[in-house]
């Protein structure tokens, strides 16, 4: 009965002490982005990044319109 009376109030002090770090690291890692200077190392590669996935989302919305296309022809 003791180890009861113990432990929940010990499990409640650990879920809300877990509960406020996840919210303090989220924070800390948003402010981190916020520091980088936009002119950095790696900004070409991120520019080269962006526009492969600008090139990907043509690509994806092109095969889409094609699967369309086709699934509408054998309806037909």
Not at 13 to 25: D, K
Not at 35 to 42: A, G, H, I, Q, S
Not at 60 to 69: F, G, H, I, V
Request: no cysteine; aromatic share 2%; net charge negative.
């Amino acid at each position: 009965m003791q180890i009861r009376m113990l432990t929940m109030p010990l499990l409640a002090v650990l879920l809300a002490t877990a509960g406020g770090s996840r919210e303090e690291q989220e924070s800390e890692s948003t402010a981190d982005h916020s520091r980088l200077p936009e002119d950095n190392v790696f900004s070409d590669q991120v520019k080269t990044l962006e526009r492969a996935e600008g090139v990907q989302q043509t690509l994806d919305d092109a095969a889409a319109t094609q699967r369309e296309e086709i699934e509408r022809q054998e309806q037909r």
